[in-house]
């Protein structure tokens, strides 16, 4: 997506969109993260006229099943409907990835909607396990992007977002 620019933003600037997209049954006051405050947390946004029309958050937590402190969880990954597959979703998951490769990350990974994993698919994640069920939410896949035969220097995403 060519007309959008790319920059960190709040925890609290994420919550009107998240809640909207992905959890229109919860009030927004309910859609935070346990880990949305944590130092090294990031959420970036997408925008396009000054408008926030994507999301993404990415945060220290362990791979399910193991205690692996440097593995990162991408989580809220959210873009306006009329804005999708022109690139922005994928450009604020490079932008994540990157900043998961920056503090060490030993792994990556999501749970990805049933309607998402295309999408994951398509960036290179990796199906870990069968489908599951999130009450309210629906049918879910946990997923993972290898990061072992990559590093930021090789990414070549170009994302243009500072490191921190």
């Known amino acids: 997506m060519n007309d959008a620019s790319y920059r960190r933003i709040s925890a609290a600037e ?3 969109l998240r ?19 944590d130092d090294d947390t990031l959420h970036l ?22 205690t692996d402190a440097r593995a990162w969880r991408l989580r809220g990954m959210a873009t306006e409907a009329h804005l999708r597959r022109r690139g922005c979703g994928a450009k604020l ?11 060490g990350a030993s792994r990556f990974w999501c749970t990805a ?4 994993k295309g999408f994951y698919d398509a960036l290179g994640f990796v199906t870990v396990g069968d489908r599951f069920d999130l009450p309210d939410i ?27």
């Open 138 to 164: 629906g049918p879910h896949y946990v997923m993972e992007l290898p990061l072992a035969e990559r590093g930021v220097a090789q990414s070549g995403f170009g994302t243009g977002i500072a490191p921190r």
């Open 45 to 66: 946004g997408a925008f396009v006229d000054g408008t926030l029309v994507g999301i993404a958050t990415v945060h220290r937590e362990p791979f399910p099943g193991t």
């Open 19 to 37: 809640q909207r997209i992905l959890r229109p049954h919860q009030r927004v006051e309910d859609v935070a993260f346990p880990h949305d405050d």
């Open 113 to 116: 909607r049933e309607s998402a």
């Open 93 to 103: 998951v490079a932008g994540c990835v990157e900043h998961a490769e920056r503090h």
């Open 14 to 16: 994420t919550l009107p």
